[in-house]
Structures are given as structure tokens and as C-alpha cells.
T-cell receptor
Framework: LAKTTQPISMDSYEGQEVNITCSHNNIATNDYITWYQQFPSQGPRFIIQGYKTKVTNEVASLFIPADRKSSTLSLPRVSLSDTAVYYCLVEGNTGFQKLVFGTGTRLLVSP | GAVVSQHPSRVICKSGTSVKIECRSLDFQATTMFWYRQFPKQSLMLMATSNEGSKATYEQGVEKDKFLINHASLTLSTLTVTSAHPEDSSFYIC??????????????FGSGTRLTVV
């Protein structure tokens, strides 16, 4: 199972763009990169998933370089409600792999 | 789609008693579900993999006789904390993915159960 490394915490202000980078040096060919968001006392929630280059949805963008050893989650114009823990995981997109959660990044958005 | 319901959301029990937590996939069948435990300010730790119709697979260090898992149907897995002690107080979360595991939107997680043992 690929291990991921991401900053423990980040601070931002409302309206700013936040970029959280995750390292996954041992990612396998069949692995996808998935980001989850977790609010206090709730289960994680899927944000975005990608394999390479760039993926964008209504919530975030995910940038993945050609070597796929890292990825960057980009949250445009964050609001106070984006304060949460963000987890980067690598996983296959089929089968029943066990997910190994790293430390996650605790994002604090201030007014 | 892909909704996982977890019940109860919070429970307080006395030391020495047992508590059952339910995890249901509401709109899909899940042959495999996962149970996690999360202590305050920490990450999720996988406890066990629940397989429908067979025994659960426990992670190293997790006592299978203390954390009983039953996955009797394709939509329900239960975690029973037996003879609970204050150190079992934690946030328990389940997750599942549909069918044969093909997914475009990652794993779906329940809302979690806050267990407090007094």
C-alpha cells in the first residue's frame, strides 16, 4: 500500500485559493489518487479522484504531474466551511483495497 | 447514490457492557465493508474488513473477541464492542463500496458513531 505524506496543517483566509500537496513516491501503475474531506465528528467525504494531469469538479481541482509521485489539491476561494481535515490516499479503482490513512492536513480558514 | 448509514450516531455505555453499531448500505449491495476507529485529533485506523457471509479480517493488534463483526447480509454489517472499557471510547466509522468494487467516486463512509464508555 502506497504511503502518502502531506503537511500536518495549513492556515488560510476566506476567499483565498488553497493548495495542498501530497507526496506518494511509491504509487503503483494501477493506483488512483483520491482526496477525502472530514469534518469533526463526521465520516470522510469523497472530494476528487484522478489518475494523471488535471481533474476538476465543482468543488476542487486535482493536479498530478507526469511522474505521479505527488499531487496537489486546489480549493478555489475557500470559505469558513472549508475548515476540515483533508486526506490524500492512493488506491486502485477496482477491488476491495484497504485504505491506509495518513495524517491528513488540517486546514483552518479564518475570516 | 452510494449512501452508507451508521447507527447510532452517539452512544454512552457503562463499563463492562456491550454496544452494537450498525452500518447499512442504503442504495447498493456491499460484499465488503470496513471498520475504522479514530481517536481525537488522530487519523482513521483500520480495524477490520467485514466480508458478507464469512469471517471478518482483523488488523494486527485488534482483538477479534472484543470487537465482534457480523456481516450477515449484503447491506448490513455490525460491530459489537464487548465488555467495553473507557479506553474503547472513540469514534467508529464504517465504509463500503458497491458491488464488485468498481468505483469512480472512492469509498463511501458512514457518519460515524461516537462511543463513550463511563
Amino acid at each position: 500500500l502506497a504511503k502518502t505524506t502531506q503537511p500536518i496543517s495549513m492556515d488560510s483566509y476566506e476567499g483565498q485559493e488553497v493548495n495542498i500537496t501530497c507526496s506518494h513516491n511509491n504509487i503503483a501503475t494501477n493506483d488512483y489518487i483520491t482526496w477525502y474531506q472530514q469534518f469533526p465528528s463526521q465520516g470522510p467525504r469523497f472530494i476528487i479522484q484522478g489518475y494523471k494531469t488535471k481533474v476538476t469538479n465543482e468543488v476542487a481541482s486535482l493536479f498530478i504531474p507526469a511522474d505521479r509521485k505527488s499531487s496537489t489539491l486546489s480549493l478555489p476561494r475557500v470559505s469558513l466551511s472549508d475548515t476540515a481535515v483533508y486526506y490524500c490516499l492512493v488506491e486502485g479503482n477496482t477491488g476491495f483495497q484497504k485504505l491506509v490513512f495518513g495524517t491528513g492536513t488540517r486546514l483552518l480558514v479564518s475570516p | 447514490g452510494a449512501v452508507v448509514s451508521q447507527h447510532p450516531s452517539r452512544v454512552i455505555c457503562k463499563s463492562g457492557t456491550s454496544v452494537k453499531i450498525e452500518c447499512r448500505s442504503l442504495d447498493f449491495q456491499a460484499t465488503t465493508m470496513f471498520w475504522y476507529r479514530q481517536f481525537p485529533k488522530q487519523s482513521l485506523m483500520l480495524m477490520a474488513t467485514s466480508n458478507e457471509g464469512s469471517k471478518a479480517t482483523y488488523e494486527q493488534g485488534v482483538e477479534k473477541d472484543k470487537f465482534l463483526i457480523n456481516h450477515a447480509s449484503l447491506t448490513l454489517s455490525t460491530l459489537t464492542v464487548t465488555s467495553a472499557h473507557p479506553e474503547d471510547s472513540s469514534f467508529y466509522i464504517c465504509s463500503a463500496i458497491p458491488g464488485q468494487g468498481a468505483r469512480r467516486f472512492g469509498y463511501t463512509f458512514g457518519s460515524g458513531t461516537r462511543l463513550t464508555v463511563v
